[in-house]
């Protein structure tokens, strides 16, 4: 049997002229327990709402006590995002440990198990850790609902994770994402807070609090403690995905997909479906060390997530961003292409190519698609830093195929590089990740 909030990674394999296609499960704890009993048994986040949801928290903390579940191998999914570090490809759930993975020669998944780096991993890991291409370190954070809310980590470029460094904040949040530059790490308190009250007024637990200020927090990377964060703050917004961020001068500047405020309750009807007055642009904000003043400039019209960037640039100065044009929050209608230097056009309703909109590629009619990673064109040289291709899932809902696309991410043309026909449905996803040759030969 499929238990409905399991969700598979969908890999494609291209070696000497050929693709190979597979789909597996994250082979977590919680998908074994939950085929034991045939029924889901574990808690969803959208499950806390209401009276209803106080009393499911209730009854699944008496399954945890009785040990009718088991949750000392991890609760998580796994079915977030992926990052590769120290030989390890890594499924990661913001909710759990990560789930190592083996990617096999002839394209197969297999999942090796939980890692809690030697038992030095005592919290969650999020969806989002960044490694550091020049020095080879993993960079990554938790949070949970009981303090310290949020634990900062480094890993280095050994697979050691070194001591956790607790970062103090008033309440618990949800904390999706957050950058790293070549010297500091930020961190964004925003006011999506977990407040289990709720619950008892027919809420969620969930709920963003539009009276706060959003606070970001810079802290020097190897810090041994949070004394030396400074914490600025913006008008209220909530971001789940970061594009980069590096320094310029005093300055730390952060690019980021910025919601002017989000209703999650809302996210779960009707505007799943259509997109309607959701709104969600690319932003460049800019904190100063010096003089501790903040600043934000808009860069996009709505709406527009899942940013990714040449990885080579992660934490430093760079020019592009490929963020995805959304339809609705399930569906990717296309891949804009974005210019840090140049200015957005003004008095524009919509994303459309000029200004700071290099190139826009739309999927077509009733076809929608994933975020789209970018891969360089060849690895071991040095390339202009947009001469590559974006790589993405597509699915056709007028003909139910679905296929891979390569995009030509410096021209961004209309017609693909290359597409890959797959033989079965590919559903709508979070992240995608690419795994180059390199790599694979070097897994743990």
């Known amino acids: 049997m499929v238990l409905p909030h399991y969700r598979m990674l969908h890999g494609l394999r291209i070696k000497d002229g050929k693709a190979t296609y597979v789909s597996r499960f994250v082979k977590t704890s919680r998908l074994k327990q939950e085929e034991f009993f045939g029924a889901v048994k574990f808690l969803k986040i959208g499950d806390l709402k209401g009276l209803f949801g106080l009393l499911t928290a209730i009854i699944y903390g008496l399954r945890i006590k009785l ?39 002839d394209g197969d998944l297999q999942t090796l198990g939980l890692m809690d780096y030697d038992k030095r991993l005592t919290h969650s890991f999020t969806a989002h850790p960044k490694v550091d291409p020049a ?37 618990p949040v949800m904390m999706h994402d957050f950058a790293i530059t070549e010297n500091y790490a930020i961190f964004m308190d925003l006011p999506l807070y977990f407040r289990p009250k709720n619950m008892a007024k027919g809420k969620m637990v969930l709920s963003f609090d539009q009276t706060k200020r959003a606070r970001f927090g810079i802290l020097p990377r190897y810090a041994k403690d949070d004394v030396q964060i400074r914490w600025f703050e913006l008008p209220n917004c909530y971001i789940f995905h970061n594009a980069n961020a590096w320094e310029d ?18 996210a779960s009807g009707p505007v799943r479906k259509r997109l309607g007055n959701y709104r969600n642009e690319l932003y460049e904000m800019r904190f100063n060390l010096n003089t501790g003043e903040a600043s934000q400039k808009k860069l996009s019209e709505s709406a527009v997530d899942f940013p990714r960037i040449n990885e080579k640039y992660i934490g430093r100065k760079q020019r592009f961003v490929y963020g995805t044009r959304l339809d609705s929050l399930a569906k990717v209608e296309g891949i804009v292409k974005f210019d840090l230097q140049l200015e957005p056009e ?7 190519v000029g200004g700071n909109v290099k190139g826009i590629f739309q999927f077509g009619h009733g076809r929608y698609g994933s975020e789209a990673i970018f891969v360089p064109r060849e690895s071991d040289v040095e390339l202009e830093e947009d001469d590559g291709y974006l790589i993405c899932f597509v699915h056709d809902e007028n003909t139910g195929k679905s296929e891979v696309n390569v995009i030509d991410a410096k021209t961004m043309s209309s017609e693909p590089v290359a597409v890959v026909p797959l033989p079965a449905r590919v559903p709508y996803g979070f992240h995608a990740f690419f795994v180059t040759e390199e790599q694979l030969k070097y897994q743990a």
């Open 346 to 352: 003004v008095g524009k309703e919509q994303i459309e």
């Open 135 to 171: 020095t080879g370190e993993m960079f990554t954070f938790g949070y949970q609902f009981t303090p310290p809310y949020v634990t900062y980590h480094v890993v280095t470029k050994e697979g050691y994770m070194l001591d956790p460094v607790p970062i103090t904040i008033p309440e």
């Open 67 to 105: 040990g009718v579940l088991d949750g000392s191998y991890g609760m998580g999914t796994g079915n977030t995002a992926l990052v590769y570090h120290h030989g390890r490809l890594l499924a990661l759930n913001e909710g759990d440990k990560p789930y190592a993975l083996k990617v096999l020669e």
């Open 249 to 266: 001068g005093d300055e730390v500047v952060l690019y980021t997909c910025r919601f002017p405020d989000i209703d999650l309750e809302m």
